[in-house]
């Protein structure tokens, strides 16, 4: 090959590598603009969401015409669904009336029906929206069957945002449905959906006794209803949350023992305390939790007992709750120091001394 062709050859991949350079150059004067436009934009409609929001503030506070008041808003309709919305969530009753009534007063009804027909829209986002929306931009009920609809959404977080909306509304025929389609294995699924239900007022207390007396339905459901019921305390759900101390699911049987302690009955003290001697290490730890709330002998002995358990949580919680239990409490955590199971002796002394841990031979010493 001629040295000519070598030259050819050299330029040509030169001019090769210029062009490129000049398109990555292009391409990242672009990248840079675009930002620079984002976030113009971005800073221009928070500054028009912040003036909005001051607005509806004053509007509120009765310090600013009608008149200023309409040119606003009607200067802002992209955000205010969303920002009414926020508002009258943390908002009481009657604000709540107040900021819903901007919607007539501006004449912006038809942002409500939108947000109505975004609960069909095939973008999953805007059914989100909507659902979450809705409970607080309007005082009709008309589209909660529609939310009912949309707890079978593909979307999880369209059923999560439909199911909010439902208990901010307090429409306890829901609640099974709810169960039904959102009950789900998993403890942050149960997790949300327990603090879901735990919006509901008492209103819902049937509906979850009569859910817990359905057979052969999903445990990850019993749990949750169970759950419920313990944390609101209900006592005539002692019965039945008893029953499933016997679940064939450890973790629905661990959720009605913890839930039988929780509520505090005495007629739930026996079933307690045999829980204390459970076979499962859980339930024991559970029980001896529990049994802080009760007194006696039999509640001692058992705790005594716990002290001696193979692992360390039941351990743990049958020394923290003889250490509340006043002076018999204590005295049993004395005699305990004596005994030849070393393990109980260290929780004992922990447990006397405020949570200190000692080695062996400090134990031994102590005694």
């Known amino acids: 090959m001629s040295p000519s062709s070598h030259s050819s050859i050299f330029i040509f991949f030169a001019y090769g590598v210029l062009i490129l350079l000049l398109i990555i150059v292009i391409f990242s004067f672009g990248v840079i603009f675009y930002n620079l436009i984002s976030v113009h934009y971005q800073k221009k409609a928070s500054i028009k969401r912040g003036a909005l929001k ?87 009920s008309a589209f909660s069957a529609k939310l009912i609809d949309c707890l079978e959404d593909e979307v999880l977080e369209v059923r999560l945002a439909a199911a909010r909306a439902l208990a901010e509304l307090q429409l306890v025929s829901a609640i099974n449905p709810i169960l039904h389609h959102l009950a789900l294995p998993g403890s942050r699924p149960i997790a949300r959906l327990i603090e879901l239900l735990m919006h509901f007022d008492d209103r819902a207390i049937p509906c979850l006794l009569e859910y817990l007396n359905v057979p052969n339905l999903s445990g990850a459901g019993y749990q949750i209803a169970i759950t419920v019921l313990g944390k609101k305390r209900v006592k005539n759900a002692v019965p039945i949350i008893s029953k499933f101390t016997t679940h064939q699911e450890l973790e629905v049987r661990i959720q009605a023992f913890r839930a039988l302690g929780e509520i505090a009955d005495e007629s739930s003290l026996s079933m307690l305390i045999s829980g204390a001697m459970n076979l499962e290490w859980e339930i024991r730890a559970i029980c001896s939790n529990a049994l802080i709330r009760y007194s006696g002998k039999e509640v001692i002995a058992a705790l005594q007992h716990g002290l001696t358990d193979s692992i360390w949580w039941v351990r743990f919680n049958s020394a923290n709750a003889l250490a509340s239990l006043g002076p018999p409490g204590k005295l049993a955590l004395e005699e305990t120091l004596i005994s030849p199971d070393r393990f109980a002796r260290e929780m004992s002394l922990m447990a006397l001394d405020g949570g200190t841990s000692y080695s062996p031979m400090e134990i031994e010493g102590k005694r």
């Open 54 to 140: 001051g607005v509806i503030s004053a509007y509120l506070a009765g310090v600013i015409s009608i008149d200023s008041f309409k040119k606003t808003v009607n200067n802002s309709h992209e955000f205010l669904v969303s920002l009414v919305a926020q508002m009258s969530e943390s908002a009481d009753a009657d604000t709540r009336l107040k900021l819903i009534r901007i919607f007539t007063l501006c004449q912006c009804e038809f942002l409500i029906e939108h947000e109505f027909d975004n609960l069909y829209s095939s973008d999953w986002k805007k059914r989100e929206h909507a659902a979450t929306y809705l409970p607080f931009i309007t005082t009709t």
